[in-house]
């Protein structure tokens, strides 16, 4: 009797979960295809994904794990609103109906489908994104990183070792270790100041803590686990003075052993003609003082301290990017602009500011911000116990600085003048007033 309820049993809920399968999203036919799409660059072996989603047993046991974070968009790492602001190139964005599929095939409890429906698997070679660089450049020496602690934000001056200035279209990163390279963000010295820092320290590189020590004379971009090298848009390019250092500033996360280090940055020179350069400015909160150093206290216990700032635009201009900063006590960012007609232009939402997970965000199309427009950032801070990113315990008053310790607010902004074509401007050169 008892063998004939367990097969009664075994074969009711063979057959039960054998109608489910026949109504809902199955991983072959379905779910596969999302990982593929927007999991498996970092869910892989030897990437900083901690474990891998590249089977069905490695999905079905996180199956509702999954439809969770895609539903609270807490994965993929993509902290930009997709209600307001952009939209951006290469945004890694699980859309409604995928975010459905996860859901309902976790309701299902995970079904795996017919093999013969599954996607072809994906493979990853070790070849650069766009082919291979004009220039690679790699870092002088490994770099040595602890198995504990805390995470590590370290400057590492390259020389270009360019003998003429020349023209970028895009870059490209390949992190030597991924299991411990969190992000990159890419600027160029030409006044050999980094390597002032880079001499003090005893160790590859200097410390940092988001930013350079310096300032820089123009950035190239960032990278990501998951990010991939875009050409600019046609006929804009960055242009690298002769004999510029790059500056590469690595987040390095823990992997629980210790590890060691040796990246590469990949240039691309234009291939076609340049028209206009890819420039730099800045949204800060205002200036004060000889130094000019921004204005910024969030007094200990705010939860809420609102920080802001602006810039008015002088001339026609497109906004090609952006890339908001704040350090651990940021809560959210908004930037936007206004034009001189009213009409309020939002470029760049965030609502939950994960220090973690900070990027450069290029728009699909560049915007048009005509002269008298007013680009103005709205950020807030959390400087209380109930933050659980707080480094001090107890909380202290915050002003701006590069410390760890020490908060900024910042949208570097990437443009290009309207009126500002190659034949009628110099390269590199800082623009004060319209080009002739």
Known sequence: MRLWVAAFLVFGGWLGASRVQAGSPTYHREVERILQKHCQDCHRPAQIAPFPLLTYSHARKRAADLARVA???????????????????????????????LEAWAK??????????????????????????????????????SSEGDDEFRAFVIPSDLSEGKWISAIDFRPGNPRVVHHVIVAFDTKKLARILDKADPKPGYKVFGGFGIVPAGTLGGWSPGKRAMLAPEGTGYYLPPDSDILLQVHYHKSGKAETDSSSLGLYFAKTPIDKELRNKTVTPPVEGILEIPSLLIPAGKKNQEITGSLQIDEDVHMVGVTPHMHWLGKNFLLQATRPDGTIVPLIRIDRWDFNWQGSYEFETPVALPKGTRVEMVAHFDNSVFNPYNPRKPPLDVRWGERTYDEMCIAFLTITYDDEHRENSVPGRFRTAKAK
């Open 108 to 145: 299902a409890n995970a079904p795996k489908g017919d093999p013969h429906d599954a996607p072809a698997a994906r493979t990853w070679d070790s070849e650069w994104t766009l082919g291979t660089p004009d220039v690679i450049l790699k870092m002088p020496e490994p770099y040595s990183i």
């Open 71 to 101: 539903r609270t968009h807490a994965m993929p790492p993509w902290p930009p609103s997709a209600e307001e602001g952009g939209p951006f190139r290469g945004a890694r964005v699980v859309s409604e109906e995928e975010i459905a599929t």
